[in-house]
């Protein structure tokens, strides 16, 4: 990397701690909706017997799934080699574990008996649960990635970059599996059982990791007077595009076989066609806003050139993103139970009827809180520490690509 | 000493909240046996009528590993025949209490010492803390003194628990 | 550990098994056959599939208007009686209407107690157990309140406390924060009475509920099952319920 100069960020004025501010406002009223559901209990939030997870987990979830997405690009620098993406690779790690850790956070705290956290949930494991085992495999990415850094960012330590980041590289991969496998693994749910779910997460990850990538490279830049080029944003361009490709290819399979399944097509028939809100999240919000746009946009001749409609379709993919994420885990639940196939079922458990969801504005808090934790991490990282490098214009990125052949 | 204070230098914080808890207890030890109200120094504890099923000052010190080893034999196996049980407890401490519950009010049996203590108990945000009133019955099949009765082994402790009381050793070590 | 669990370990460790089944048979015998010896043994207690408690609901007594065992496992456990989206119900009355032919049904739907229980399958903590006799319950001391337990059950049968808990049971502690469902009212069957529900469905319901244990080949259920079809609910997904069904095939 001796062609790049990686540097702090220099800013001091009033845009940069008005951010951190920002930030800091959202994670305290994040805290505050989690000390009352701590304190009141979950009844003040819109999740019940039936929405068992709601928004804290629709966040959490995707906060986790982009959190192995974003060291996508750390990966293909050092584990394929592409080396016109290494000086992206400390920005990439960096992203991973806040992410994580703002994820987490929300999930954390949205436990019943948060309080035990580490009494209990630290010392008792039933490793038959994907729950437990997520334990180990989100601490031990953190830890990988955290070396993976450290061997980037300390000269000495260069020559283990590239056996950091295989390592960091099949550790997302086993990480995205155990969070989509936490819902295939629930066969007592037809939406859910699928052994897809866990290959379709990580393509999810992929998709979701690079677009908050992309946008939060392109905010630390222009927020600092510095340029990416057009070869570099070209290329981060088209990997997006295919893996939105990818991942709607995943989501029609997983679609086409349950239909497949007689057993499936009641269900399958309300989501894609009478689900009322789900079926218009899953149609508008997730298909058109969160890939089919995206895929026009960064495909379209004129638009696919425009910086700012590239900035757009990562958002939409974030948005669609999130979108997506509610409608697996809140669709998935909102279906009833089917526990004597081929009977009208009713009770006063709200058997036989589609559960709706009202989430309250603790919910809400709570998850914004989480991300407003992962971005101050990456805004603290970058101001202390020398993750982005000095300059991405054309000529820096070339003849650093240069090497790589 | 020196052992103890460079143990106490490492581990820092967490020990010497221990060895502050324990300074407690063995203040409460001090007095044991009676109502007592010594001024500003500890707190009063209610009697309770009869005998309890260990020596008072061991209680002070043991009583949460005791409940453990119960707690686990009573949910997990559905022993049920232990004369320490948590339900035993209860009716017996808050017989004489002028609430009739050990937890809730300030003078009651358990929040008088925890309070004390500042040692948060969290037992009654499930178990009651009244007596139900009658006498425990015995498993038919197993009888009062059953396979699991004195001098079970302590196991199911869990680590924090396990720590607690080597770490309770050195404060008491401490405070003599 | 038992003293029995103390004593096999031990003589097994001494590679003296085979010695084992001669000199000690009432001990050995706990495993190998559940019953007589054991009994003879004077051997009592906690012994892994001594015992396996199920019910049997016959479809015919039970009618639709009857709440019966609903009221007493409410009373029994101190729960609300409330059904709002957010209220714990361990047990319900489900009314089921056949789609082709129109029959209807009335039937209690609580814990089935599997034998293959997929809540303990997934609890991080371990906190969702089945006990040696087969009751499937939450160690409210290990519950986290992830909710994963309530997402995997295939009966929706567990319930998650969503606010703070007074005026419990002593008997059956519960709060806020954790999972709970039916437990067979384990803290009666302890002591030797049969669950609230099946009293109750017994003096002033429909006498629909049969309750015993499905390992005493003599036991009135175990003589029922072995001679009439039953139903458990979702046998495809292989978790074994140990509460059954009749009249409804």
Redesign the interface.
């Known amino acids: 990397m001796s062609s790049v100069v990686f540097r702090e960020i220099q800013s001091r004025g009033k845009g940069y701690y008005g951010i951190l501010a920002a930030l800091g406002v959202m994670i305290l009223a994040g805290l505050a909706a989690a000390y009352n559901m701590e304190t009141r209990g979950h009844i003040i939030t819109g999740m019940n017997q039936q929405i068992v997870w709601g928004l804290p987990h629709v966040f959490a979830v995707f906060m986790i799934v982009a959190a192995s997405g974003a060291l996508n690009v750390a990966s293909i620098g050092s584990v394929f080699g592409k080396s016109m993406y290494k000086p992206l690779a400390p920005l990439s790690g960096l992203l991973a574990i806040a992410l994580l850790v703002g994820g987490l956070t929300v999930l954390m705290l949205d436990l019943g008996r948060p309080d035990r956290i580490v009494t209990v949930a630290m010392t008792h494991f039933n490793f038959t649960s994907i729950f437990a085992l997520n334990v180990f495999l989100y601490t031990g990415f953190m830890t990988i990635v955290a070396v993976y850094l450290w061997t980037m960012m300390e000269r000495r330590m260069n020559t283990y970059t590239k056996a950091a980041g295989v390592a960091a590289f099949i550790w997302r991969l086993l990480l995205t599996t155990g969070t989509g496998s936490i819902f295939g693994f629930l066969v007592a749910r037809q939406l859910y059982d699928s052994a897809l779910l866990a290959p379709t997460f990580i393509v999810m990850s992929f998709a979701y990791g690079l677009a908050i990538f992309i946008l939060v490279l392109m905010a630390a830049y222009n927020w600092t007077g510095r340029e990416v080029g057009d070869v570099i944003m070209m290329r981060l361009k088209k990997l997006l595009a295919i893996f939105i490709a990818a991942m709607l290819y995943f989501v029609a399979v997983y679609h086409v076989t349950n239909i497949y399944y007689a057993e499936r097509r009641a269900v399958e028939a309300w989501l894609l066609l009478h689900g009322g809100i789900q079926t218009e999240l899953f149609w508008l919000g997730q298909i058109l806003a969160g890939s089919v746009l995206p895929l026009v946009i960064l495909f379209h001749p004129k638009w696919g050139k425009s910086r700012a409609m590239i900035a757009s379709a990562c958002g939409l993919v974030i948005v669609g993103g999130l979108i997506q994420m509610y409608v697996t885990i809140i669709g998935g639940q909102a279906y009833p139970l089917v526990l004597f196939p081929g009977m009208k079922e009713s009770s006063t458990f709200y058997d036989g009827v589609v559960h709706p969801y009202y989430p309250s504005s603790y919910e809400v808090f709570l998850g914004l809180g989480g991300v407003a934790i992962a971005l101050f991490i990456v805004a603290v990282g970058i101001k202390v520490l020398r993750f982005l490098p000095e300059s991405l214009e054309d000529h820096v990125v070339r003849a650093h690509h240069g090497e790589g052949h | 000493m020196s052992v103890l204070g460079r143990i106490t230098r490492c581990l820092g914080p967490r020990v010497l909240g221990f060895v502050a808890l324990m300074a407690a207890a063995s203040v409460c030890g001090a007095n044991q046996g009676a109502v007592f109200s010594s001024g500003n120094l500890g707190p009063t504890i209610l009697k309770a009528p009869g005998h309890c099923v260990r020596p008072t000052e061991w209680m002070r010190h043991n009583h949460m590993k005791l409940l453990l080893q119960e707690r686990t034999e009573w949910v997990r196996e559905g022993i049920r025949d232990r004369k320490d049980s948590l339900e035993n407890c209860v009716k017996c401490h808050a017989a004489d209490a002028p609430n009739g519950a050990v937890f809730g009010a300030k003078q009651d049996f358990c929040v008088s010492c925890h309070r004390y203590a500042a040692v948060k108990i969290t037992c009654f945000e499930c178990h009651s803390a009244t007596p139900k009133g009658k006498v425990p019955a015995f498993h038919p099949l197993y009888g009062p003194m059953g396979p699991h009765g004195e001098g079970a082994n302590a196991h199911g402790l869990s680590l924090m628990m396990r720590e607690s009381a080597s770490t309770g050793r050195l404060g008491l070590g401490a405070s003599k | 550990?038992?003293?029995?669990n103390k004593e096999r370990r031990h003589l097994l460790g001494a590679g003296a098994a085979v010695a084992g089944l001669v000199v000690a048979p009432g001990v050995f015998l706990v495993t190998a056959g559940k019953g007589r010896a054991d009994e003879e043994a004077g051997e009592?207690?906690?012994q892994w599939g001594k015992v396996r408690w199920g019910m049997l609901v016959d479809t015919a007594k039970c009618s639709s208007g009857c709440t019966q065992c609903?009221s007493a496992c409410d009373k029994e456990n101190h729960l609300s009686g409330e059904?709002?989206?957010?209220?714990?119900?361990w047990i319900?009355?489900?009314?089921?209407?056949?789609?082709?032919t129109g029959k209807n049904?009335s039937l209690p739907?609580m814990c089935q107690h599997c034998d293959n229980p997929?809540c303990?399958?997934?609890?991080?903590?371990?906190?969702s157990?089945k006990?040696?006799?087969g009751?499937v319950?939450v160690?409210?001391?290990?519950?986290?309140?992830?909710?994963?337990c309530?997402?995997?059950?295939?009966?929706?049968a567990r319930?998650?406390?969503?606010?703070?808990?007074t005026?419990?049971?002593?008997?059956v502690?519960?709060?806020?924060?954790?999972?709970e469902s039916c437990d067979f009212c384990?803290?009666r069957?302890?002591?030797?009475q049969i669950p609230a529900c099946v009293e109750a469905c017994g003096s002033t319901g429909g006498g629909a509920l049969l309750f015993g244990d499905l390992n005493d080949p003599k036991s009135e259920i175990s003589q029922r099952v072995a001679t009439i079809a039953t139903l458990q609910?979702?046998a495809d997904?292989g978790t074994e319920p140990a509460v059954r069904y009749e009249g409804?095939l």
């Open positions: 550990m038992s003293e029995v009592s207690g906690p609903v059904t709002l989206p957010t209220s714990s119900q319900r009355k489900m009314e089921l209407t056949d789609r082709e049904y739907m997929p303990v399958d997934v609890c991080p903590t371990g906190a157990f006990r040696w006799d009751i319950s160690d409210r001391h290990l519950c986290i309140g992830c909710r994963y309530l997402m995997a059950c295939p009966y929706k319930s998650f406390v969503h606010h703070p808990v005026d419990q049971n002593p008997d502690p519960r709060g806020q924060g954790c999972a384990k803290h069957i302890d002591e030797g609910v979702r997904l409804i």
